[in-house]
T-cell receptor
């Protein structure tokens, strides 16, 4: 089972560039999430989705946009990258309000 | 304000030396408490979910317990492969699934 798959795994961006992180899950989960993890800060929720075509803001949504066009995919976009967005990004999914399962992470550096 | 505090931040054990990690929480009402293991360069791996005070769950050398104010992750006779960061998270009543609150983790090192 692939579970939750994120691409790309590593990316370096210049300030002001845009990019999209792709998340795919093969567990038929309704809920999907994007978190960021920074040293000393723990995991913080950026955006989440409770179903295809729906999205909602989490704790730190500024500077990010998301889309859930298909149930199995959840995209995280950075329209104009900033050095403060250097982080490790984790996608996750769950079957309703139950245990959340995480992907392997995407390391993003903005220079 | 809902919050989760894990202690200690780091713990170094000798192989076979049992110990416990603490997760204390302050929430309006607990819907569930989750424990995860995270290896360097990897995503969090689910370990346990606890829903009510008095509940206990076990998996190999790990045992998680829950009270009304805190949860413990007991590690019995740890091995070097148990070295990882252990994360605790809580889901509170009155919040959506988007309100899962994570602690900052305890980094466990087990030396042979």
């Amino acid at each position: 089972n692939a579970g939750v798959t994120q691409t790309p795994k590593f990316r370096v961006l210049k300030t002001g560039q845009s990019m999209t992180l792709l998340c795919a899950q093969d567990m038929n989960h309704e809920y999907m999430y994007w978190y960021r993890q920074d040293p000393g800060m723990g995991l913080r929720l950026i955006h989440y989705s409770v179903g295809e075509g729906t999205t909602a803001k989490g704790e730190v949504p500024d500077g990010y946009n998301v889309s859930r066009l298909k149930k199995q995919n959840f995209l995280l976009g950075l329209e104009s990258a900033a050095p403060s967005q250097t982080s490790v990004y984790f996608c996750a999914s769950s079957r309703g309000e139950n245990t959340i399962y995480f992907g392997e992470g995407s390391w993003l550096t903005v220079v | 304000e809902d919050q989760v505090t894990q202690s200690p931040e780091a713990l170094r054990l000798q192989e076979g030396e049992s110990s416990s990690l603490n997760c204390s929480y302050t929430v309006s009402g607990l819907r569930g408490l989750f424990w995860y293991r995270q290896d360097p360069g990897k995503g969090p791996e689910f370990l346990f979910t606890l829903y009510s005070a008095g509940e206990e769950k076990e998996k190999e050398r790990l045992k998680a317990t829950l009270t009304k104010k805190e949860s413990f992750l007991h590690i019995t006779a740890p091995k070097p492969e148990d070295s990882a960061t252990y994360l605790c998270a809580v889901l509170a009543y009155g919040g959506s699934q988007g309100n899962l609150i994570f602690g900052k983790g305890t980094k466990l090192s087990v030396k042979p």
